[in-house]
Nanobody, 124 residues
Framework: QVQLVESGGGLVQPGGSLRLSCAAS????????MGWFRQAPGKEREFVAS????????DYLDSVKGRFTISRDNDKNTVYLQMNSLKPEDTAVYYC?????????????????WGQGTQVTVSS
């Protein structure tokens, strides 16, 4: 069993930055692809970014490419999402997810462990 806990969310002005962290416990995430998803009020959960097991391959939602960066530190059992140039439309609850297989994956069905989420609000 893997427990995932997100942190780093908060309120930020448009154009600002946040760094989300996802700390895993229980079992290692070394051999797992990891992903970030988000859900805005009244909308379905959507894929944001993912990485394969060693960070050597990544994938991003088109609207965040060039602004967000997913990374992982397997020694610390932690995955990060650096978010720059934030926009109001990035406002959502952000979820970390641990998957199986090689990855990276966009489909939520490829992930079997999920965190509780952290709120990101982009507003002036």
């Amino acid at each position: 069993q893997v427990q995932l806990v997100e942190s780093g969310g908060g309120l930020v002005q448009p154009g600002g930055s946040l760094r989300l962290s996802c700390a895993a416990s229980g079992r290692t995430i070394v051999n797992r692809p990891m992903g970030w998803f988000r859900q805005a009020p009244g909308k379905e959960r959507e894929f944001v970014a993912s990485t394969n097991w060693n960070g050597g391959s990544t994938d991003y939602l088109d609207s965040v490419k060039g602004r967000f960066t997913i990374s992982r530190d397997n020694d610390k059992n932690t995955v990060y999402l650096q978010m720059n140039s934030l926009k109001p439309e990035d406002t959502a609850v952000y979820y970390c997810a641990g998957g199986y297989g090689l990855g990276p994956f966009r489909e939520s069905r490829r992930y079997d462990y999920w965190g509780q989420g952290t709120q990101v609000t982009v507003s002036s």
